[in-house]
């Protein structure tokens, strides 16, 4: 059974950091690309960070590039976001996913199978 758990959301002013964390179990982590997600109330699911299975590739929307880093630790089945520079805008339910595509332009939802439940983030302005 294909378990993905999220961590270390939370509440911070603007201007400040967050780390999450993504652990996968059930699966063989290292085939995967992973992908970080959100979905604040009222607006659509953006996928705005994915990691190709070697961790060699990523890809950022515009609204998260050089504030925001992805990393994986193949060794430890875990994701990693690194948020800098929070923004008020930021704030949403922050996803985590699994999928076995990798496109290297956009991060598709459907293009991912195993998703999280998420962890809240809100930054304070």
């Known amino acids: 059974q294909v378990q993905v758990v999220e961590s270390g959301g939370g509440l911070v002013q603007a201007g400040g950091s967050l780390r999450l964390s993504c652990t996968a179990s059930?699966?063989?982590?290292?085939?995967?690309?992973m992908g970080w997600f959100r979905q604040a109330p009222g607006k659509e699911r953006e996928g705005f960070s994915c990691i190709k299975w070697s961790g060699a590739r990523t890809y950022y929307t515009d609204s998260v590039k050089g504030r925001f880093t992805i990393s994986r630790d193949n060794a430890k089945n875990t994701l990693y976001l690194q948020m800098n520079s929070l923004k008020p805008e930021d704030t949403a339910m922050y996803y985590c996913?699994?999928?076995?595509?990798?496109?290297?332009?956009?991060?598709?939802?459907?293009?991912?199978?195993?998703w999280g439940q998420g962890t809240q983030v809100t930054v304070s302005s």
């Open positions: 996913a699994a999928g076995r595509v990798w496109r290297g332009y956009a991060c598709g939802g459907e293009d991912f199978s195993y």
């Open positions: 059930g699966l063989n982590f290292d085939d995967y690309t």
